[in-house]
């Protein structure tokens, strides 16, 4: 399957003005005028770092297992969201982060070489909450911490989760890592604009759809790529609830990896199942 949509190009001085280190957080959207336009790249595609005249907003995006997904920008740097130190081991990164100490989404073992580990949670003697914002070339990455249930039956641990934000330029990708709970205006806040959203839609161990869909109706992506989940069934819950509640479309490629440009998201939501069926 060759899936391509046409595009509506914003203006490219707009979103310079828009884009830059000097941003606190991913700005709002001054103009929507989104055409659809998302495509699939071959594994291991080098094309977009060699594309220096294209747009800098943009991204390739692979799955590599479980929750983890791996993010390649247009100045090469690689990180892989939620490395536990199985799913997308080897691929050489330059940052990774773990957003929850939970046994398959971190490791103490990081492969050697890899510029930034960003873990999720404290993990620093006093630390009460582990906040991170660090910049290499065209990628920068900041947490905003969550709370995450106590699996022994303990009270709640207190910023236990993160959720990470990756801005290339001026596209905005988040991964909520094992989130427990609907978001605060304070936790929107210091997101910003989300354009892309990975979302564990396991529907147990992190939190039951209805409630993910009510989170993602908080954050409002124009894109969400499930993870975290196990099988068809899974999938298929997933899209009915949000397809029903926030009139979602669905794209379900046949290879692991698309390329996403924040001047040609889709004008609605749209759910792509980059994972396929899930599992790793």
């Known amino acids: 399957m060759n899936l391509r949509f046409s595009a509506v190009p914003l203006i490219a001085a707009a979103l310079a003005l828009l884009a830059g280190p000097a941003l606190a957080r991913c700005s709002k959207n001054l103009v929507e005028n989104f055409g659809p336009h998302v495509h699939l790249a071959k594994a291991g595609d080098k094309s977009l770092a060699k594309a220096s005249d294209q747009s800098p907003n943009r991204a390739i995006i692979t799955f590599v297992g479980h929750a983890s997904y791996q993010i390649d920008t247009p100045q090469g ?6 490395y536990n130190g199985v799913n997308g081991f080897g691929r050489r990164p330059d940052i990774v982060t773990m957003n929850n100490a939970h046994d398959t989404h971190f490791t103490d073992q990081p492969e050697e070489g890899i510029t930034y580990v960003l873990r999720g949670w404290p993990s620093q003697p006093g630390e009460t909450e582990a906040k991170h914002d660090v910049t290499l070339k065209d990628m920068r990455v900041w947490n ?13 641990r207190i910023n236990g989760n993160s959720i990470f934000i990756f801005a290339i330029g001026d596209l905005c990708i988040a991964h909520l890592g094992h989130l427990h709970h609907r978001l605060t205006k304070d936790h929107l806040d210091e997101l910003g604009r989300i354009d892309v959203l990975m979302v564990p839609i396991d529907g147990s161990y992190t939190m ?23 099988g068809p069934s899974q999938l298929d819950r997933f899209v009915g609830l949000v397809g029903s509640a926030l009139e979602a479309d669905f794209i379900r490629p046949d290879r692991p990896t698309i390329e996403i440009s924040r001047e040609e998201l889709p004008a609605k939501l749209t759910v792509i199942a980059v994972a396929g069926d899930g599992g790793g």
Do not use: E
């Open 208 to 230: 039951g759809v209805p409630l993910m869909v009510d989170v993602i109706k908080q954050i409002d992506p124009k894109v969400v790529l499930p993870m975290h989940y196990w």
């Open 144 to 156: 905003v911490p969550t709370n995450a249930r106590d699996w022994s039956g303990g009270s709640a």
């Open 77 to 82: 740097v690689r990180a892989i969201a939620d």
